[in-house]
């Protein structure tokens, strides 16, 4: 896979992962699903005013997200990237998943939102070494802040690229939530038919991208020369 198509297509997942957040607090109940501090705070809140009918409300979306967090750790297995299949698989689950909120009450809805957005953000994806955030924001606002403070104090050993993702990623999100809501607006619940759609031709794209990538850990090693590394080093071993 190439790298330019490697950042289109995480910039598309967290454009989508944007739009279900922005749906999710315009058109449904005002919950955030696609990170979770302001649900923590909530959480205190309520306990605060024994209001545990609230609490529950809130711990729903948090436990979702985390389910599907676990769910994406276990599918994927560990957190060094590779152009693994069971990336892929990950995003057309997401796309079949996606559709289902249509069917659903609010209330349901919101929780699918928060399972799915656990699922995305469990995804340990970098590119050139840098981890992409692709459901909140908080850590790209953060990271494209540290890096534009070590650039004015003169820190030349920053490559753009540490800048440019979580940019990159701001505005994807940003993007992602204006088109939410505007299609919300227009065509309502429908539109989990086109989430659904963009979901599931990124998850073909990937398994066909992954298929003509020829250096899948992108360590800049052929895989087959890898192959071929890997197997002399086991030969040497057993003598």
């Known amino acids: ?12 997942l967290t ?5 279900i957040n922005a749906i999710s607090i315009f058109g449904y109940d005002g919950t955030t ?24 409300g809130v711990l729903r979306v948090i436990l979702l997200f985390f389910i599907g967090a676990i769910t994406s750790g276990y599918i994927t297995g560990e957190r060094a990237f590779f ?20 069917f659903l009450s609010i209330k349901y809805g919101v929780l699918l939102f928060a399972f799915v957005m656990g699922l995305q953000n469990g995804m340990v ?27 004015l104090k003169g820190n030349k050993n920053e490559k753009y690229i540490t800048g440019l993702i979580p940019l990159v990623a701001i505005l994807s999100f940003t993007i992602g939530g204006i088109l939410g809501v505007l299609l ?5 619940n429908a539109i ?15 398994f066909i991208l992954r298929y003509k990538c ?12 890898e192959k071929t590394n890997d197997d002399e080093k086991e030969v040497k071993e057993l003598f």
């Open 214 to 225: 020829t250096d899948k850990d992108f360590n800049g090693i052929p895989d087959e020369l």
């Open 192 to 206: 989990f038919f086109i989430t659904s759609g963009v979901y599931i031709i990124l998850g073909i794209l990937y």
């Open 15 to 19: 454009l989508l992962a944007g739009a």
């Open 125 to 151: 994806v970098s590119f050139k070494g840098v981890v992409v955030r692709m459901t909140h924001m908080s850590g790209n606002i953060t990271d494209l802040g540290v890096y534009i403070g070590y650039k």
């Open 83 to 102: 152009l693994k299949k069971r990336y892929g698989f990950i995003i057309l689950m997401i796309g079949v998943l996606i559709i289902i909120p249509y």
């Open 33 to 56: 699903v696609s990170h979770l501090t302001g649900l923590v705070s909530k959480v205190a809140i309520n306990i605060t005013e024994g209001n545990f009918e609230g609490l529950w």
């Open 1 to 12: 896979m190439d790298r330019k198509l490697l950042l289109i297509w995480m910039c598309i």
């Open 184 to 188: 919300f607006g227009l065509i309502h």
